[in-house]
């Protein structure tokens, strides 16, 4: 199957670098978001501006879908005008929204009844990720349906893996934020105790960024958080979403998950202080 016509429902902060890439690389690329004027770069880049979700997705050979929540998620699939509601056979949906694995793998069925094709595919890498075209995708669905769309996810992720069935995606990004949740914590804690000891945080940050301590948020919102960058790349109203998804996952599972459990309460009281707008470095704040 070629894949020429795309479709993308969603352009924030992720979704319009991730469009940049698809038409630099010469698709057809037609767009629809809530607010028309976060598309208006994209507009101007050569992606066609569709009103309703109905018009993005009728002649689209794939569909991408980068929500907030996922009750937007479930609006874009199952409402009215929703994508399963008005879209073909043979039509591929990818969701990259980080979302529940148990309405992935609803979405999976419902297109299959339509024999349609549907794969989850959330991210990890931030908005630079995004804007250098190096994502990682974690992938659950048909391994074959997988395998035809690699080519184009290869255009704006660099960690491309099949993680297995549908959900399977999903899941993998909950061990993702997981990772991250803590971590936060950790860097956080790093930076207020060399402030406190006298040292000169970002020589700090020097040493420990490429040790054993190293990792993607020590190096590149570490530095935001001392240059008083809390803009987001990731929103903490998303973050703390995630984090709910995964700890009712665990629930679920009957896995305790403390660690977890302490970063959710701390993303919560930032939440409250009136934090949700800005990036997940904000939490150093809390020190």
């Known amino acids: 199957m070629e894949i020429a016509k795309i479709a993308f429902i969603g352009t924030g902060v992720m979704g ?12 057809e690329v037609v767009v629809n978001t809530r607010t028309k004027g976060k598309a208006d770069s994209l507009i101007e880049a050569g992606a066609v501006w569709a009103d309703t979700v109905v018009a993005a997705v009728e002649h689209a050979d794939l569909v991408f879908t980068m929500v907030g929540y996922p009750a937007d998620v479930e609006e874009v699939y199952f409402g009215v005008g929703g994508i399963l509601s008005t879209g073909r056979a043979g039509q591929i949906l990818i969701d990259m929204t980080t979302s529940s694995p148990a309405l ?26 995004a804007k250098n075209g190096t994502l990682s995708i974690m992938c659950g669905g048909d391994e074959k349906t997988f395998d035809k769309i690699s080519p184009v ?7 491309i893996v ?3 069935i549908a959900g399977a995606g999903q899941h993998a990004k909950m061990c993702n934020q997981l990772a991250i ?12 105790y060399a402030e406190k000891a006298g040292l000169n945080p970002k020589t700090v940050l020097q040493s420990i960024s490429t040790g054993a301590a190293g990792s993607w948020s020590l190096s ?17 109203k998303h973050f703390l979403k995630d984090m709910n998804i995964a700890l009712a996952e665990a629930e679920a599972m009957k896995l305790a998950l403390p660690g977890l459990q302490l970063a959710r309460d701390m993303y919560e009281k930032l939440v409250e202080k009136g934090f949700s707008d800005k ?9």
């Open 181 to 192: 949740a803590s971590n936060m914590i950790g860097v956080c804690e790093a930076l207020a």
């Open 162 to 164: 099949y993680q297995g």
């Open 220 to 236: 590149n919102l570490a530095p935001r958080m001392l240059n008083g960058d809390f803009e987001p790349g990731f929103y903490v």
């Open 153 to 159: 996810l290869s255009v704006f992720g660099k960690n």
């Open 279 to 287: 990036g997940t470095q904000v939490l150093y704040k809390s020190y």
């Open 104 to 129: 992935a793998k609803r979405i999976a069925e419902a297109g299959a009844k339509l024999q349609m094709e549907t794969i989850d595919a959330p991210v990890s890498g931030g908005d630079v990720g």
């Open 16 to 27: 319009t670098s991730i469009v940049k890439h698809l038409l630099d690389s010469n698709y």
